[in-house]
Each structure stands twice: as structure tokens, then as C-alpha cells.
């Protein structure tokens, strides 16, 4: 499963084949989305300058819930998002691909997952706070979304 996902981001030939299959179209969309979320919780995850193993364990369960999905896959789609983000030049690239694949639901869904990872050592860094309004903005969540995200998730792990 590992080289499939690594042959999926690194052929361009690919977008044509998604051109032309619906079934792989379907299939290689989500890959791409499923690796492109998982960047987006590791940058998370990394902006505060520490990647504790409770982060870890909260991008984990994110993205077997998101996604429905076990924890060995997680674990080799982490591994190759880590990869994919050394190689990137910005988080857009990420976003890009939420933004093609997932509703406004869904993409509220994620901000509200990153805003729990940002506080699973509850507390807001300027660099986690700084981020996640970069990635809601990257998604086309306007302020007042991403803030709202923010105060839900406050008030569900009892942070205020």
C-alpha cells in the first residue's frame, strides 16, 4: 500500500488516468485527500515546535475517524505525508486538495479536529494560532468560521 501511495503523488501521469477512469478517479482523489489531511495535522502538530506523542496519537485517531481507516494504514499514510511535505513548497498544495474533495461540512469537520489537536496540550501557541488561521483561510473558511470552530472546541474540553 505504501509504494502505491507513493507512486500516486509522485506520477504526474496520474491526472490524465483520473481523467479518464471513474473508478480509479475515485480511489486515487481519496489517497490524495487522505495524505493531503494528514500533512495538514502534522504542520499542525509540528507548529509549536514539538510533536509530543499525545499529538501523535490525537492526528491518529483524526484521521481513522475522518476517514474510517486502521492504524497501520494511518501510520504508512503519516510516513508518506511527512515525506510529501519535505518535498512541498507550501501547505496549498494540501488545502488544494481539501478544498476539491471535501464539502464545507467536511472541511468544518477538519478545522474542528485541528483545533482539538492545537489543544490536546491545552493551550494556544502563536504559531498554532497563526497556522490554523492560514489553513482555514487556504480552505475558503472565512474568520468568523475558524473562530467559531475554536470557541465550540474550547467549550467541549472544558477550556474556559
Known amino acids: 500500500m505504501f509504494d502505491y501511495l507513493k507512486k500516486l503523488l509522485t506520477n504526474e501521469s496520474n491526472l490524465e488516468l483520473l481523467k479518464t477512469n471513474?473508478?480509479?478517479?475515485?480511489?486515487?482523489?481519496?489517497?490524495?485527500?487522505q495524505i493531503a489531511t494528514a500533512a495538514l495535522f502534522i504542520e499542525m502538530a509540528k507548529a509549536d515546535g514539538e510533536f509530543t506523542e499525545e499529538e501523535r496519537e490525537n492526528v491518529?485517531?483524526?484521521l481513522q475517524?475522518?476517514?474510517?481507516?486502521?492504524?497501520?494504514y494511518v501510520n504508512e499514510l503519516m510516513e508518506l505525508s511527512k515525506l510529501k511535505l519535505?518535498?512541498?513548497?507550501?501547505?496549498?498544495?494540501?488545502s488544494n486538495v481539501v478544498n476539491e474533495n471535501f464539502?464545507?461540512?467536511?472541511?468544518?469537520i477538519l478545522l474542528k479536529n485541528l483545533w482539538r489537536l492545537i489543544y490536546t496540550d491545552k493551550k494556544l501557541d502563536k504559531y498554532e494560532d497563526r497556522l490554523i488561521?492560514?489553513?482555514?483561510?487556504?480552505?475558503k473558511m472565512d474568520h468568523?468560521?475558524?473562530?467559531?470552530?475554536?470557541?465550540?472546541i474550547r467549550q467541549e474540553l472544558n477550556l474556559d
Open 60 to 62: 491518529i485517531q483524526s
Open 65 to 72: 475517524k475522518q476517514f474510517n481507516i486502521d492504524a497501520v
Open 144 to 152: 468568523k468560521q475558524i473562530i467559531n470552530a475554536k470557541l465550540l
Open 103 to 108: 464539502t464545507n461540512e467536511d472541511k468544518n
Open 22 to 33: 471513474d473508478v480509479v478517479d475515485r480511489v486515487d482523489r481519496n489517497k490524495q485527500l
Open 133 to 139: 488561521k492560514i489553513i482555514g483561510g487556504m480552505m
Open 86 to 94: 519535505k518535498d512541498s513548497v507550501s501547505l496549498f498544495e494540501f
